[in-house]
């Protein structure tokens, strides 16, 4: 049996460079205005299954994302850094799912891939910041969960043991298989792009998408067949529909304040060492430095 | 995340120049390789995008690795270490990044493990990479040794070292040696036979090579016992693996300080000759050193690339007298020239690699059919353009790289001569460019045949013919003008029947000539995008008034003034 590792990924807005129509006037994101891209720390996830797939020969890399038509980019992407298919989870009925309906959708789907070895995501996105969605998967899955992890140390069939980054330091723990892993940003950043697979898989679409090429590649995708991206819609996941979506989210929005920092008031000091010893102190009490 | 391709629209305009169609059609062979390989292209279309994602990805690693290791790689620089070289940590960082995305080699076929990638995207790949660190693009274009033995080695020998570059096989061209550098015809590391163990042995030492403790080294050797010219010498082909160089040591230089530059000693090296003997420096070396210089033009638009951004930048940042020093004639003018003329190193470099493909595809071409008198007779036509244009290259690109170094560090003034900005290893950097693979001299030797043949004026009247918009038209116009005094000049100097005086005004005629080219390239430039026109329009205002300078000197030279230089 081949070891068949699941990266869960989404397709985010990039928030790190954002301008100043980043922002609706109702406090939501203007997706519109802001580029998609592989959510950073999903890439992390996936350079740490890349490189079991490196050390385990027969070890198999699936990407599993959720998210509009156009989230199939990210498969691609992962296909070129050598992920060996993907799947895209994509229907109205999801639209407005919080961190405990894609989880659902997730678990679902990652049940579908069974028997799998490792999922591996994220530590969290840059649009929602919850990291949730990894350990509610795990939980849902009924798997041990790693959250927080910075390096894989060893792995094999049956066990995993992973070094965790943490706030004072860090952890190694063992685990059995299967199990959820979430990583953190410092493990290390995903490989590049490989030019020969980049050549290979950048005509993977998915059915809907082909139905938008101008081009007709009909011939191409009955002789490679994994040129096609599968889409799995609720139903093809037997999902209880009123889990999915905005029915199956708790979480509800109480405001959404538009913050603007400025100073306040301002303090003079000295330069002796006693005073610059006491903005020392405040600082790191306050958790500014240090 | 940088990307130093997809923030330069220049080379995506160069990439998708007309000719691409007929040299990636002839590279593909009609598109017929999609049976057997999965990545390779469709179709034309295909096969533009194809390279177009590669120079992304080179892009990345180009402004994500290489550009930020460049520091530490010019402070560090390699080792030596138990006679191995060690590269600096970013050097070795660099390498693996391009090995794992699978580049290196990436010119050969795809039987080797190659994507078939033709000249234009290779030479672009240079310059990109050279913006990045001119150093480090030496170590990324040795792979050129591949080409070398792709084209000249027998099968088994190709079978043997091809598809070791795409694994990550370092490369080196072993040719100088410390009494053959400008002149190679004077090599002395000894080649011989072994009748017993039927092998060729190398003794002897090289120096100034560059990546010398490489996997896979070419190297120029006499394999004929008692010649000592050109004709006596072979090409070999050394591998690493065989454990018998030494490295005497790494030099110590001004610049490209990654680029291990090393003094190679041959103790009974064993290695294996590469296609017939005699043929090393006439033919293989020649060939080998086209692509090198193309190479170094690469390499120099490269480093004018970045040198321009930098002063630029800082140009736009720096406030004297209470306004950005941009704002200033004296700045913005040499800003201005910075720009115009990279534009021109640019568009000469990509017409002669062009020409270089269209050539090299023939020559494969015709390995796999017998190719139509009249394919036959336009191979010959596009190699003569690649022979013309090659020095042409080599000479005005590293030139003008090092002008625009030069002022791009004046423009930060003193802060320029600080260590605290890039621009000062840039400028130690593009100071070799004029001098390896041939200096500038030695590339005029090259170029002033094609003045005295008469091929450049032909050149240029043939280039005459095309049409171009009639809001252009001027600058035709004074492109044929400097066409005919270009003509008259030549005609003038070789009136004397003088080869001392020939050769005095060699250089001054060249460059009139270089104007004169490069001047149509720019128009035919302006003439397929707008972006262009401000570009032309300046170079050839410009090369007029020095094509009068250089004129005006010469009318007042006669073949006695010559004594005067005289040391």
């Known amino acids: 049996m081949r070891f068949r590792i699941i990266v869960l990924a989404k397709q985010v807005p990039d928030t790190r460079n954002v301008g100043k129509d980043a922002m609706k006037a109702d406090g939501t994101v203007n997706r519109a205005a802001l580029p998609a891209i592989f959510n950073p720390e999903d890439l992390h996830a996936l350079e740490q299954a890349l490189s079991i797939k490196d050390k385990l020969p027969h070890a198999e890399v699936i990407l599993l994302t959720m998210g509009p038509f156009r989230a199939a980019e990210i498969i691609r992407e992962a296909m070129y850094r050598g992920a060996d298919r993907g799947y895209l989870i994509t229907d109205r009925k999801f639209a407005g799912s919080d961190t405990l309906a894609t989880s659902y959708a997730l678990s679902l789907a990652v049940k579908k891939l069974a028997p799998y070895h490792l999922v591996i995501s994220g530590r969290q996105a840059i649009d929602g910041d919850t990291a949730q969605v990894g350990p509610q998967t795990a939980e849902k899955l009924g798997i041990p969960q790693i959250t927080y992890a910075e390096e894989i140390l060893s792995v094999d069939a049956k066990k995993i043991i992973v070094k965790r980054r943490l706030e004072m330091g860090v952890e190694v723990v063992n685990s059995t298989l299967p199990a959820a892993i979430t990583v953190h940003g410092s493990a290390p950043v995903c490989r590049q792009r490989v030019a020969k697979l980049l050549m290979k898989y950048k005509h993977a679409r998915t059915v809907t998408e082909l139905q938008n090429e101008t081009k007709d590649y009909t011939e191409l995708y009955n002789d490679r067949p994994y040129l096609l991206i599968e889409e799995w819609t609720a139903e093809d996941l037997n999902a209880q529909s009123e889990m999915l979506g905005l029915s199956g989210s708790p979480t509800k929005v109480k405001k959404i304040e538009n913050v603007v920092f400025q100073h306040k008031d301002s303090k003079v000091m000295g330069s002796s060492d006693k005073e610059i010893e006491g903005l020392m102190q405040e600082l790191i009490g306050s958790h500014i430095i240090g | ?567």
Not at chain 2, 67 to 77: F, L, Q, R, T
């Open chain 2, 1 to 567: 995340m940088e990307n130093f391709y997809n923030d330069n629209p220049h080379l995506k305009f160069h990439l998708n120049h007309p000719l691409m169609e007929k040299i990636v059609k002839l590279k593909e062979s009609g598109y017929t390789q999609k049976e057997k390989y999965d990545f390779a292209p469709l179709d034309f279309e295909d096969a533009i995008d194809n390279y177009d994602k590669v120079m992304e990805i080179i892009g990345e690693i180009s402004g994500e690795i290489i550009a930020p290791n460049a520091e530490s790689v010019d402070k560090e620089g390699p080792q030596l270490i138990d006679n191995e070289v060690k590269y600096a940590r970013g050097t070795q960082q660099n390498y693996d990044a391009l090995v794992k995305a699978g580049l290196v080699g990436f010119t050969l076929p795809r039987e080797y493990d190659g994507l078939n990638v033709p000249t234009v995207p290779y030479v672009m790949s240079g310059e990109i990479v050279s913006r990045a660190d001119a150093g480090f693009a030496n170590i990324w274009g040795l792979q050129d040794c591949a080409e070398t033995i792709h084209e000249f080695g027998s099968e088994e020998l190709k079978a043997e070292f091809l598809p070791r570059f795409y694994k990550g096989a370092t490369a080196a061209m072993d040719l100088t040696e410390p009494d053959a550098g400008s002149d190679l015809q004077a090599v002395q590391l000894k080649a011989t036979y072994d009748i017993h163990k039927h092998r060729w042995i190398l003794d002897g030492v090289k120096r100034f090579i560059t990546n010398g403790d490489a996997d896979i080294s070419l190297v120029l050797a006499r394999s004929e016992e008692g010649t000592s010219d050109a004709r006596g010498l072979s090409l070999f082909v050394y591998d690493r693996a065989d454990n018998a160089v030494t490295v005497r040591r790494i030099e110590n230089k001004l610049g490209i300080k990654g680029s291990p530059t090393c003094e190679l000693v041959f103790h009974n090296a064993p290695a294996k000759l590469i296609g017939d003997t005699k043929l090393g420096l006439i033919k293989y070396v020649m060939s080998l050193m086209n692509s090198a210089r193309l190479g170094v033009g690469s390499q120099s638009v490269g480093i004018a690339e970045a040198a321009y951004r930098e002063a630029f930048k800082y140009a736009n940042e720096r406030e004297q007298f209470g306004k950005s020093i941009i704002k200033y004639p004296a700045v913005f003018e040499m800003l201005t020239n910075m720009k115009v003329k990279i534009d021109a190193m640019r568009t000469l470099l990509y017409e002669t690699a062009r020409y270089v493909d269209v050539y090299k595809a023939y020559n494969f071409t015709s390995h796999e059919r017998k190719l139509e008198p009249e394919e036959r007779q336009e191979a010959k036509v596009y190699q003569k353009l690649a022979d013309m244009f090659t020095p042409l290259v080599k000479l005005y690109s590293s030139e003008q790289c090092n002008q625009i170094a030069y002022d791009s560090i004046q423009i930060f003034g003193g802060t320029g001569y600080m260590k605290d900005f890039p621009i000062e290893r840039i400028y130690r950097d593009a100071r070799i460019t004029t001098i390896y693979e041939g200096t500038s001299q030695l590339q005029v030797v090259a170029a002033i045949r094609y003045v005295g043949n008469g091929g450049y004026l032909a050149n240029m009247r043939e280039r005459a013919q095309q049409l171009v918009k009639p809001e252009l038209e001027y600058l035709k116009g004074t492109l044929e003008k400097m066409t005919e005094q270009f003509a008259k000049t030549v005609e003038k100097v070789n009136e004397f029947g003088d080869n001392e005086y020939f050769d005095f005004h060699a250089r001054r005629m060249v460059e009139m000539a270089a104007n004169v080219l490069i001047g149509y390239m720019l128009l035919f430039d302006a003439n397929r995008s707008d972006v262009y026109v401000k570009s032309a329009d300046i170079f050839i205002r410009k090369g007029r008034s020095e094509n009068i300078a250089s004129v005006s000197f010469i009318n007042n030279c006669h073949p006695k003034d010559v004594n005067d230089f005289k040391m």
